[in-house]
T-cell receptor, first 114, second 112 residues
Framework: ETGVTQTPRHLVMGMTNKKSLKCEQHLGHNAMYWYKQSAKKPLELMFVYNFKEQTENNSVPSRFSPECPNSSHLFLHLHTLQPEDSALYLC?????????????FGPGTRLTVT | AQKITQTQPGMFVQEKEAVTLDCTYDTSDQSYGLFWYKQPSSGEMIFLIYQGSYDEQNATEGRYSLNFQKARKSANLVISASQLGDSAMYFCAMRGYSTLTFGKGTMLLVSP
């Protein structure tokens, strides 16, 4: 595997379910990110991890819970979601969380909450 | 606060022609970076080009060039010799002292 991978690619869940999204980067990067992309809205940053430490939480509701066990893996745990949480969730990584570090994105998980 | 504005929801271009995608930004940061990403229908965001605010020359990467006009706070992407595979959403993004902020994107359609 190369680059940034995300599983699953598609997920349908009910509002009472608990599920997790997984992201893995094979680039030797130290920073990882979760983004939400809703229809007709700009990409929204959710969380930033730099060297496994969370450095940014962009006012994300607590029903989204990130976990970063090491620099290569990032999870997003989901519980009691709302239909408006349906979106494409993108994971990204960069060398560090610095100004000129380009971010490399995974293919995303298309989430539908019913 | 940072803001990115992409005023073109959609653009059409014929194959082999050049196209310019507009991007303006607003920031109070003295030092910042500007990025362009491409998102095909598959969903993956692909990094295209980077311009630092203190770079004196416009960035170029193959068929992509960034027309950076600092005084006007614009960072337009120029794609030369368009190809059918260039059809995608294109996002302008900026990073200052805070995290990466994206614009709403421009859908580019390349016709034969």
């Amino acid at each position: 595997e190369t680059g940034v991978t995300q599983t699953p690619r598609h997920l349908v869940m009910g509002m009472t379910n608990k599920k997790s999204l997984k992201c893995e980067q094979h680039l030797g990067h130290n920073a990882m990110y979760w983004y939400k992309q809703s229809a007709k809205k700009p990409l929204e940053l959710m969380f930033v991890y730099n060297f496994k430490e969370q450095t940014e939480n962009n006012s994300v509701p607590s029903r989204f819970s990130p976990e970063c066990p090491n620099s290569s893996h990032l999870f997003l745990h989901l519980h009691t979601l709302q239909p408006e949480d349906s979106a494409l969730y993108l994971c990204a990584s960069s060398q560090q969380a610095q100004r000129d570090d380009e971010q490399y994105f995974g293919p995303g998980t298309r989430l539908t909450v019913t | 606060a940072q803001k990115i504005t992409q005023t073109q929801p959609g653009m059409f271009v014929q194959e082999k022609e050049a196209v310019t995608l507009d991007c303006t930004y607003d920031t109070s940061d003295q030092s910042y970076g500007l990025f362009w990403y491409k998102q095909p229908s598959s969903g993956e965001m692909i990094f295209l080009i980077y311009q630092g605010s203190y770079d004196e020359q416009n960035a170029t990467e193959g068929r992509y060039s960034l027309n950076f006009q600092k005084a006007r706070k614009s960072a337009n992407l120029v794609i030369s010799a368009s190809q059918l595979g260039d059809s995608a959403m294109y996002f302008c993004a900026m990073r200052g002292y805070s995290t990466l902020t994206f614009g709403k994107g421009t859908m580019l359609l390349v016709s034969p």
